[in-house]
């Protein structure tokens, strides 16, 4: 049924992914403040100064937590079927931290290294809101076994 925990840990999924498209996912200031770079689901923008500024498109960022959203909104509606909402939650599984690392490539590889290597720049909340994906797509993927369990337990029974 939708009024399950797994089915709130999914939403809780939809809503993180929500949120790492709609946020900045890292900045990066430099000393001076003069340059400053960032990083959302559409572009990672490298500003040389007020007038001048790079931008790299990062569209696969947005196109995967898309598909991501979309995958655990078909498991959410997919209540009845458990083995295959543990299915699309392992495959969510995969896409998540395929996203991450795609996020942790473009801030450690290649924009860390625009302007002063030494600072690291900061994760904001769009990165957090992956991060709070990942643990709820974690969570209702064992809630899901756990509630298969109980009911091949209570078939054993009968």
């Known amino acids: 049924m939708l009024q399950r925990i797994q089915s709130i840990f999914l939403a809780i999924t939809i809503i993180g992914m929500g949120v790492f ?44 937590a898309i598909v991501i959203a979309g995958v655990a909104a078909f498991a959410l509606i997919k209540f009845r079927n458990r083995v295959l ?39 904001t909340i769009g990165f957090y809101g992956l991060v709070a994906a990942m643990l709820a797509n974690v969570m209702a993927n064992r809630y899901i076994r756990k509630d298969e369990k109980t009911v091949q337990q209570s078939n054993r029974l009968r």
């Open 85 to 123: 909402q543990s299915a699309l939650c392992a495959v969510n599984s995969i896409l998540m931290s395929t996203l991450l690392g795609l996020v942790v490539y473009l801030t450690f590889y290649k924009a860390a290294k625009l302007f002063d290597p030494q600072i690291p720049g900061d994760y």
């Open 21 to 64: 498209v709609s946020f900045p996912v890292w900045t990066k200031i430099a000393v001076g403040g003069e340059q400053q770079a960032s990083l959302t689901a559409l572009k990672l923008t490298h500003q040389l100064n007020p007038v001048q500024s790079n931008i790299d498109s990062a569209l696969y960022l947005l196109i995967l």
